[in-house]
């Protein structure tokens, strides 16, 4: 089993930044790989970014490439998403997840065993 929690969500201005944190229970967490998405009103589930085990590989949405950035600390159990040049578009509730193997699905929320319960990201215009 594995406990995920959401952290550092806010209200920013568009062009700020933010970094969420996902921080997990379970001594196994280290084994698993993470993905970031995002939900906002009336809209589904997007893929935001994913990072396997070891960190050595990432996966990113189109629409955050170059402004986002997946990163993990095993040793504190917790995997990082900085978000720079923020956008009013980015406006959602942000998810952490996590599943055993880092592959070509890890773009599909329905691929992942363990989810958070959100933290609120809003950019204001």
């Known amino acids: 089993q594995v406990q995920l929690v959401e952290s550092g969500g806010g209200l ?40 396997s085990w ?3 590989h990432t996966y990113y949405a189109d629409s955050v490439k170059g402004r986002f950035t997946i990163s993990r600390d095993n040793a504190k159990n917790t995997v990082y998403l900085q978000m720079n ?3 009013p578009e980015d406006t959602a509730v942000y998810y952490c997840a996590s599943k055993r193997i880092f592959d070509s699905t890890s773009w599909n929320p329905n691929s ?3 989810w958070g319960q959100g933290t609120q990201v809003t950019v204001s215009s």
């Open 112 to 114: 992942y065993d363990y």
């Open 85 to 87: 040049s923020l956008k």
């Open 12 to 51: 920013v201005q568009a062009g700020g930044s933010l970094r969420l944190s996902c921080a997990a229970s379970g001594r196994t967490f280290g084994s698993y790989a993470v993905g970031w998405f995002r939900q906002a009103p009336g809209k589904e589930r997007e893929f935001v970014a994913s990072i």
């Open 54 to 56: 070891t960190g050595a």
